[in-house]
């Protein structure tokens, strides 16, 4: 059995410090690193959420190659491509667990910043002054929004002109109506253990009506993380890590 970590935007692997330290499995951790997002963008990579869906499921051929199982944990878009290759491909996985789901109702609008992304010339410019800000104050911001302050300088660090032009390509694909599109079969997650978290704080990725919506059409068992933000999993991974054991006991 191994865990597997993915994580989103405009992060890196080492948002999974802290929780990987509080699981407590005997377990193998992988924490995958998608494309342009604290790893190398190969040739001809297109960046869309097709592409990213793609990317994870060889990952997960790879991992199960020799008759191991996958425990799938996303978080932000890594919850995203966590969905996707599971709705794929439920085969390759133990069970799977996100935090964006309700990005998949249909009544979900992407947020403000999200839309600015998706807007041509728009986009490019905010990019553009992301990379031109100092590390320090990129770092500064992330802090602000929640995120641990050692994590935030090494996630501001690794930002570079391959992850802002895969940030554009990856929100311009998933552009409504993508999401409600790929949520109208949200119910085939449902043919492996699912877990979604819900944050009480995270203000991106839905309402709580659509997060429980979008839980319910995939059959998911639902944590509500009451008082925490869009990184839960730096703000209290004890609790963090202790929802997701709860979810894999059950059912082992």
């Not at 996707?84 to 085969?91: S, T």
């Not at 944590?223 to 709860?246: F, I, K, S």
Request: with cysteine; hydrophobic share 45%.
């Amino acid at each position: 059995m191994t865990v597997v970590l993915v994580h989103g935007n405009p992060e890196t692997a080492a948002i999974w410090g802290p929780l990987v330290d509080h699981l407590g499995v005997e377990e193998p951790t992988v924490r995958l690193s998608p494309p342009g997002f604290g790893a190398p963008v190969p040739d001809g990579f297109a960046a869309t959420w097709q592409a990213y869906r793609d990317w994870l499921v060889a990952e997960l051929q790879e991992l199960t190659a020799g008759g191991g199982q996958v425990d799938l944990v996303g978080h932000d878009w890594g919850g995203g491509h966590v969905v996707n290759a599971v709705l794929a491909r439920p085969d390759l996985v133990r069970s799977w667990a996100c935090d964006v789901v309700g990005i998949y109702d249909p009544d979900y609008v992407w947020h403000d910043l999200a839309q600015q992304w998706q807007t041509p010339r728009v986009g490019e410019e905010l990019v553009a002054r992301m990379g031109a800000a100092p590390v320090a104050r990129r770092a500064q911001r992330l802090a602000a929004d929640g995120m641990d302050a050692a994590v935030a300088d090494k996630v501001a660090a690794a930002f570079d002109p391959a992850m802002g032009e895969c940030i554009l390509r990856l929100y311009r694909s998933a552009a409504q109506p993508a999401m409600a599109d790929l949520g109208a079969g949200l119910d085939a997650a449902a043919r492996v253990p699912g877990l979604v978290l819900i944050p009480s704080d995270d203000p991106y990725v839905g309402t709580r009506e659509q997060k429980l919506r979008a839980a319910e059409r995939a059959g998911a068992r639902v944590e509500e993380l009451d008082g925490l933000g869009h990184w839960w999993m730096l703000q209290d991974p004890a609790r963090g890590a202790a929802a997701l054991t709860r979810f894999w006991t059950s059912f082992r």
